[in-house]
T-cell receptor, first 117, second 113 residues
Framework: DQQVKQNSPSLSVQEGRISILNCDYT??????FLWYKKYPAEGPTFLISISSIKDKNEDGRFTVFLNKSAKHLSLHIVPSQPGDSAVYFCAAPGVMNYGGSQGNLIFGKGTKLSVKP | NAGVTQTPKFQVLKTGQSMTLQCAQDMNHEYMSWYRQDPGMGLRLIHY???????DQGEVPNGYNVSRSTTEDFPLRLLSAAPSQTSVYFC????????????FGPGTRLTVL
């Protein structure tokens, strides 16, 4: 049973436009979410995160929105650039039954973003 | 500061062979994990460790073994390689805590024939 879901395997946008990548989760114990970016032949790199006490977090061109009631988050990239073309993973920290950290992440399947010049 | 390093970058094995994927970090991180990435499957957790001497199974542990004798190293052993273990393997580390940004190595691409 997938706890973190990214239902769009791919997304194509024009340079300069907005990219919106979506993520849903099922585990109500999740209270922190991360987005990772992955280029081919490289390891994932951390992009941006959000705590459940917030509904928005911005970092330059990247903004993550969290809707706890809908168990949904989204990553907005504005404006999109060709260098943003990569696979984006949504993730949440694995938690023990009592709430303690397992020290790992539960990932969605990823969305491949292509930004066309 | 090298971060998380993995060796080898590429490996081809025959079915039934064994090998060890190496992972080391120089950030004094307590938490280390191994993931595999398969097309359309995202990253799935194989094994993880919350400190030296402590390991536990993740989502897909079968066919793999780990140990953590030092803070720095977290090797992943394939006991008897199978074609289903063809994948890209990533090692990651992080500091203690729930809000743990994980740092990933560059990956090992393994093919089992």
């Amino acid at each position: 049973d997938q706890q973190v879901k990214q239902n769009s395997p791919s997304l194509s946008v024009q340079e300069g436009r907005i990219s919106i990548l979506n993520c849903d989760y099922t585990n109500s114990m999740f209270d922190y979410f991360l987005w990772y970016k992955k280029y081919p032949a490289e390891g994932p790199t951390f992009l941006i995160s959000i705590s459940s006490i917030k509904d928005k977090n911005e970092d330059g061109r990247f903004t993550v929105f969290l809707n706890k009631s809908a168990k949904h988050l989204s990553l907005h990239i504005v404006p999109s650039q060709p260098g943003d073309s990569a696979v984006y993973f949504c993730a949440a920290p694995g938690v023990m039954n009592y709430g303690g950290s397992q020290g790992n992440l539960i990932f969605g399947k990823g969305t491949k973003l292509s930004v066309k010049p | 500061n090298a971060g998380v390093t993995q060796t080898p970058k590429f490996q081809v094995l025959k079915t039934g062979q064994s090998m060890t994927l190496q992972c080391a970090q120089d950030m004094n991180h307590e938490y280390m994990s191994w993931y595999r990435q398969d097309p359309g499957m995202g990253l799935r957790l194989i094994h993880y460790s919350v400190g030296a001497g402590i390991t536990d199974q993740g989502e897909v542990p079968n066919g793999y073994n780990v140990s953590r004798s030092t803070t720095e190293d977290f090797p992943l052993r394939l006991l008897s390689a199978a074609p289903s273990q063809t994948s890209v393997y990533f090692c990651a580390s992080s500091t203690r805590g729930v809000y743990n940004e994980q740092f990933f190595g560059p990956g090992t691409r393994l093919t089992v024939l």
